[in-house]
């Protein structure tokens, strides 16, 4: 006999349309009624199964099918929810962190318009934090008592999750801590990368990956800037990215054309970065190397490593520094300290996930597989390269 979690789908008619329903993705409770009109089949038993059904728009419906007896639909619904929740564990109890002011401030509304019900019919339970002040997402994941939730979700933009995860490994037993964090999209930016796939900014697609995700490790990079640490998992960023998103904060009641105002803001100030360059210039200095020293009074790579694959590089243009600042600069050598020497521009942006720090220089490492995210099928995103 075919078991029905080996069957891949279910065909149901609706509107006059034929449904292909699979277990794995659109199925996302079945639950016994008692039939309150009595019918043909006197003592009827149904059943009633609720979906998402899959389109351009996941839309949440349900079905209703008469069994005959009391043992058939019994048995029906264990095969179906055994089914169903074969890769994810049915009935998450779930701690959500909605931020009210993320995006254009409608977090709370989309949550209870588009989320809850779909949670509902999972059957998925959950407590809620309204964070009412920045940081506060943080504090509270220093402290909570993780174990009484399947997974920790962020209703809100990248800087909840940055919240959520600094909390997390911010915390005494943080090497420890495996449960996966989900997001609801309701900031503006790049939640996208954190569902892995072309529908992850999708409010609905998001709460199903929730449900029926599985667990995916990510690496995340500490980032230390001074005696300050951050754990970063998107960017960091210095230059026209940069600018173009955190110095147009001001700007954020215009949705994401904020980002190109910032962009042509950027070019049209003619802002230079040392990103990568062709280098034409007249130079003071040019020195690339594998070790620290150049004499034993010259530490021009503080910060070179016996084994990291990597070649260090100085470069001193001549139009970037006067003749007093690079006798001075020199003279810091012979500690390492001219990598911290002032630069030209004394001030600008740099962000770690989008967020800004000082624009001082900060140093990342990568932590792999620090962080355990609910993703559709354990991948970022399928590309044919
Ligand atoms: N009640 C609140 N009042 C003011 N700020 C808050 C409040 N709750 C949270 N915050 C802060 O709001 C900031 C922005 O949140 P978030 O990044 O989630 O939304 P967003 O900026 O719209 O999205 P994205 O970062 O994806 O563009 C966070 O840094 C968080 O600290």
Redesign the pocket.
Known sequence: MTEISEIPSLLVKSGGKTINLTFKNDILSIVKLKNSSPNKFNNSISVEIKVLVPGKKLRLTNFIFEVITAEQAASWVELVRDAAYKNSKPNKHLKLVI?????KGGAEKIFNKDVKPIFDAASCTYDITR???????NELMRTLDLKNYDAII?V????????VMNGILSREDAVDVTIPLGTI???????ISLHGDSHGSDVAQSTLTIIKGVPMKIDICSVTQGDKRFFSFLTQSYGIVADCDLGTENM?WMGDIRFIIGTVQGILAGRRYEDWEILNDDLYLFYCGKTPWVSKEFIIFPCALPSDGLMDLVIIKRDGISKTKFINLLKCASTGAHINFNENRQDGYIGID??RVPFEPFQVEVLPRLITLLSVDGNYCHVNI
Do not use: I
């Open positions: 931020n009210p002011v993320s995006g964070t009412e002040r920045v940081n506060q997402a962020c809100g933009g990248d800087g909840t999750m940055y919240e999209p309701t900031g503006n930016a790049l939640n954020r989008g967020e």
